[in-house]
């Protein structure tokens, strides 16, 4: 198999074809610590793509209750089991190195485990390119299985009275994940295809399967370990997200020529998302692009991170780690990224308060912004080190540098008059 670079491992790694990257790649932030689990961005997403015969259990974007939940049900659990039965045969571990830690490189170290691609190689050499498995029809029948179910609890039967919990971490604790595909740089999905019917657009990164090639032998469900491209019974083929690609080439007539967000990622009342394309060399690394908001919150700030890094495919969905959250568990799911993140994001930067207003305000891509000074609003002391709050104004520009938004850190209050049209 030849070699390509995966800077999130820290390493070249194995991938059963040679690297090919595109111009721009379709790339997404979410903070976990603001979503409320309404479902909005599931629904968006459901009620655009996924409302036809057949597709009533498919639920492209979805959001689920960790350490518990999942859709398909222990989708994590079932691939971290696999792995390390692998590694333990092998009698390896999937461990990180974190010393030479290397800014663009290898950002969070190196991973000296196997990815899903070379554990296959070793357990089923000349059957399959990713380690998986398929799920069965119970497993993706129940999307929000085990929904607001905590770990940690310690009361017994009839006593309601748990030690109080505080920040960094909580003794009894779950949170929400938000999934959809990830557009992977190395998509384990098209790996697997012997019909050779999904692609990677060169303009965008999005990956999309071709309905009309595609002859539903669903080796790309087995081989997505983020269990993110499904089986249509009706139509006899899979699916998958497909990044509301039409948005994202300006078709949408709410903006005509303009690239818009996805439907899940506009739909966010919890303002947790922003997503946007992020520009690659033809080496498959990101080009510098200082004032992207996604290239700064992933490869600045750092405060975002990808989800199981470990698996190997370079996902394109960045996520903002829960602060009260066991930092084990955390660090399996995001890697060893997740204490720098957190540490940011906690008392985050003059320029990180700034950026983060963005999420959510536009339906327009951001492609950069600019931060305008402004006064010091509040001071306080987080963590033994003093912190201080600015009321910047942050601007965001579109694709032709037009200026689609423009905001401040503090949010603009609004004082009606005493007396109003609907004043009693
Ligand atoms: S719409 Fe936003 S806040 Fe609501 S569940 Fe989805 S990601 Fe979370
Ligand atoms: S998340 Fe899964 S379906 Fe999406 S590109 Fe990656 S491997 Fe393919
Ligand atoms: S990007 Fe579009 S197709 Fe993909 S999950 Fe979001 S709404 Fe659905």
């Avoid at 899903?116 to 998986?132: D, M, R, S, W």
């Avoid at 997200?241 to 739909?267: H, N, S, W």
């Avoid at 060399?281 to 004032?291: I, L, Q, S």
């Avoid at 308060?353 to 987080?382: C, D, H, N, S, W």
Wanted: glycine share 8%; aromatic share 14%; proline share 8%.
């Amino acid at each position: 198999m030849p070699n390509v670079y995966n800077w999130q491992i820290g390493r070249e790694m194995s991938y059963p074809f040679e690297g090919a990257y595109p111009e721009r790649q379709w790339a997404f932030v979410f903070n976990i610590n603001r979503c409320i689990a309404c479902q909005t961005c599931s629904f968006a997403c459901k009620s655009t793509w996924t409302f036809s015969k057949g597709q009533e259990y498919m639920w492209w974007n979805n959001v689920e209750t960790k350490p518990y939940g999942g859709y398909p049900k222990f989708w994590d659990a079932k691939i971290l089991k696999l792995m390390d039965d692998a590694h333990r045969k092998a009698g390896r571990s999937m461990e990180w190195k974190t010393a030479g830690k290397d800014g663009d490189e290898r950002p969070y170290g190196t991973y000296e485990g196997m990815t899903i691609f070379e554990a296959a190689a070793q357990e089923t050499p000349q059957q399959e390119v990713a380690l998986g498995y398929e799920p069965s029809d119970d497993e993706w029948s129940a999307p929000n299985f085990y929904e607001d179910t905590a770990a940690g609890a310690t009361s017994s039967r009839g006593d309601t009275t748990l030690e109080p919990t505080q920040l960094p971490e909580h003794k009894t604790w779950f949170f929400y994940l938000q999934r959809l595909c990830n557009h992977c740089a190395y998509p384990a999905c098209l790996a697997a295809c012997p019909r050779q019917a999904i692609y990677k657009r060169p303009e965008d990164g999005i990956v999309l399967i071709d309905q009309a090639r595609c002859r539903g032998y669903r080796k790309c469900v087995a081989a997505c370990p983020y269990k993110k491209s499904m089986y249509r019974s009706t139509t006899r083929v899979s699916e998958k997200c497909v990044g509301c690609y039409p948005r994202i080439e300006g078709k949408d007539p709410l903006f005509p020529g303009q690239p818009l967000e996805a439907r899940c990622m506009t739909a966010c009342p919890g303002k947790i998302r922003i997503q946007g394309l992020v520009r690659k060399t033809a080496d498959g690394k990101w080009a510098e692009d200082r004032f992207n908001p996604i290239y700064y919150l992933v490869k600045v700030a750092k405060v975002a991170l990808p989800l199981y890094p470990q698996f190997g495919l370079e996902p394109n969905g960045y996520y903002i780690p829960p602060r009260w959250a066991p930092r084990p568990y955390l660090r399996q799911m995001f890697g060893p990224g997740v204490d720098d993140a957190l540490e940011a994001y906690a008392a985050p930067e003059r320029e990180l308060l700034a950026v983060m207003q963005l999420f959510r305000t536009t339906q327009q891509i951001i492609f950069g912004y600019e931060v305008l000074e402004g006064p010091k609003v509040f001071e306080a002391t987080i963590a033994g080190r003093k912190w201080e709050m600015f009321d910047d104004t942050v601007i965001g520009y579109g694709k032709d540098d037009q200026e689609v938004v423009r905001v401040k850190v503090e949010e603009t209050m609004h004082f009606l008059p005493d007396k109003h049209p609907n004043s009693i």
